[in-house]
T-cell receptor, first 113, second 113 residues
Framework: KAGVTQTPRYLIKTRGQQVTLSCSPISGHRSVSWYQQTPGQGLQFLFEYFSETQRNKGNFPGRFSGRQFSNSRSEMNVSTLELGDSALYLC????????????FGPGTRLTVL | AQSVTQLDSQVPVFEEAPVELRCNYSSSVSVYLFWYVQYPNQGLQLLLKYLSGSTLVKGINGFEAEFNKSQTSFHLRKPSVHISDTAEYFCAVLSSSASKIIFGSGTRLSIRP
């Protein structure tokens, strides 16, 4: 069974731009969660989608948004990029909910210049 | 509110020595606990999880952890480490009343030959 894939793996943007990251979950998984990982803040939960609906949301500004499609693929968008948005963005999929094992993708490394 | 503390940011050990990575959590309700490992330039991989039942949980790669409710701890142990165990380890908690997993700040395990 193929794992979680994330595209692109690396991205360089400048302040003020916007970016869209993509995540394809494991086949059959309906829950997709997004995390931001930085050296200073560690792993922080962004949001979770289940069956095309946002089920949970972390404490991030409205510039961070996401969506999930009917095939469970998910995208996250960050608008008006700031230097502090530079991070590794991880996507994880699971069958149903948080008690299920989450399977993580390799991440997208975003650098904002 | 739930929180998780990993007491050691770095743990150096010699190869074939035992290791314990400490994790304490706080939550006013029952919890689910997880340990994840992150190898360089990769996403996270689940090592083990405690949902209920036996307090001693065995995971992959020879790791185990013990849930101690009275001490609110979930320490990770391995009796004999290998060079390949060099990675960052994250403890995470999900309370039964919450909807998102909270990760600790991580412990970097470095193995000396």
């Amino acid at each position: 069974k193929a794992g979680v894939t994330q595209t692109p793996r690396y991205l360089i943007k400048t302040r003020g731009q916007q970016v869209t990251l993509s995540c394809s979950p494991i086949s059959g998984h309906r829950s997709v969660s997004w995390y931001q990982q930085t050296p200073g803040q560690g792993l922080q939960f962004l949001f979770e989608y289940f069956s095309e609906t946002q089920r949970n949301k972390g404490n991030f500004p409205g510039r961070f948004s996401g969506r999930q499609f009917s095939n469970s693929r998910s995208e996250m968008n960050v608008s008006t990029l700031e230097l502090g948005d530079s991070a590794l963005y991880l996507c994880a999929s699971s069958l149903l909910d948080g008690t299920d094992t989450q399977y993580f993708g390799p991440g997208t490394r975003l650098t904002v210049l | 509110a739930q929180s998780v503390t990993q007491l050691d940011s770095q743990v150096p050990v010699f190869e074939e020595a035992p290791v314990e990575l400490r994790c304490n959590y706080s939550s006013s309700v029952s919890v689910y606990l997880f340990w994840y490992v992150q190898y360089p330039n990769q996403g996270l991989q689940l090592l083990l999880k405690y949902l209920s039942g036996s307090t001693l949980v065995k995971g992959i790669n020879g790791f185990e952890a013990e849930f101690n409710k009275s001490q609110t701890s979930f320490h990770l142990r391995k009796p004999s480490v290998h060079i390949s165990d060099t990675a960052e380890y994250f403890c995470a908690v999900l309370s039964s009343s919450a909807s998102k997993i909270i990760f600790g700040s991580g412990t970097r395990l470095s193995i000396r030959p």
